[in-house]
């Protein structure tokens, strides 16, 4: 099977996206990765701090190994938004396929400082493993939102810009590299989140000389998406759209059997959910029609 590295360089090539999709549970894991399945597309499993503190950082990084080798299939785990270097440590001894730093709160030079720490320990551990950085704050929540997060980066001035990601990318050895772009963390209650600078993105893509990857697509229109992706942005998380789907499903599955007391048959409900969301967003980021 193709690693991680080889899998996202073909994308690249090919102008397609991996999606990057949530999990607190083994339950949102399920729908994720069998709509990754019916597809055939390789998928990454994304894990923020609260939510692998609430699964368990080795035994999520477990569950997704044995998915892989079981069913010989492109599926990987990403240590999302990690604010410590002892936290990226700690998920790459459990075995993640890769890892973020996310000091984008940070002053840069701090940035960097820490970064290359994670990096440096990570390639000692493991040379396969990927690692992160981001560039510029989005918010930091995947919620719904009543308005957009206060000092996130939407104007173009606040935006990443291609200089500093090229500083940045050099100075730190990171694989990837997470801009803001006009993207957010969390989807505001309208549905529709502000449009992403398109022109930013090939910008900084060509400066930094790594493939990007594109936090907060939830609430993203498919055509920004599209765009996005023709302009260098090769994996796309998604987060509060799967939240969201997973608590309708459920709330839905016990309000149609109030008597249901069996999880396996009233979670069925959120499964779903989750792999309608998961299915939908996989098709459009693969290019597949
Ligand atoms: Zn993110």
Do not use: W
């Not at 938004?81 to 993640?96: N, P, R, W």
């Not at 930094?208 to 498919?222: E, M, T």
């Amino acid at each position: 099977m193709q690693d991680l590295r080889s899998l996202i360089a073909d994308a690249q090539e090919r102008k397609v996206a991996v999606g990057h999709f949530n999990v607190s549970d083994s339950e949102q894991l399920r729908g994720i990765f069998s709509a990754a399945q019916e597809l055939a597309v390789p998928v990454i499993i994304g894990v923020s701090e609260g939510e692998r503190e609430f699964f368990g950082v080795r035994q999520i990084a477990a569950l997704v190994r044995s998915l892989r080798e079981e069913h010989d299939f492109p599926v990987f785990l990403n240590a999302d938004h990690t604010y410590s270097v002892e936290g990226v440590k700690k998920a790459v001894d459990a075995g993640f396929d890769a890892v973020i730093f996310d000091g984008a709160k940070l002053s840069l030079a701090e940035n960097i400082e820490q970064m290359k720490q994670c990096v440096a320990y990570a390639r000692s551990a493991n040379p396969a493993i990927l690692v992160e950085g981001e560039l510029g704050y989005i918010g930091g929540s995947s919620k719904i939102l009543d308005e957009v997060p206060s000092g996130a980066a939407i104007t173009d001035e606040l935006l990443t810009n291609a200089a500093e990601a090229q500083q940045f990318v050099e100075a730190t050895g990171v694989d990837l590299l997470a801009p803001a772009v006009g993207n957010l963390h969390g989807m505001l209650k309208s549905g529709k989140n502000p449009n992403l600078n398109i022109g930013r993105i090939s910008e900084i893509r060509q400066a930094a000389g790594v493939p990007l990857v594109l936090h907060g697509g939830s609430g993203i229109s498919d055509e920004d998406f599209r765009a996005a992706i023709t302009a260098g942005t090769t994996i796309v998380h998604i987060n509060t759209e799967i939240r969201l789907a997973y608590r309708k499903g459920i709330q839905i599955a016990l309000q149609d059997d109030r008597e249901e007391i069996a999880p396996y048959r009233f979670m069925k409900g959120g499964v779903k959910a989750v792999h309608d969301v998961a299915h939908a967003r996989l098709k459009l980021f693969n290019g597949v029609a």
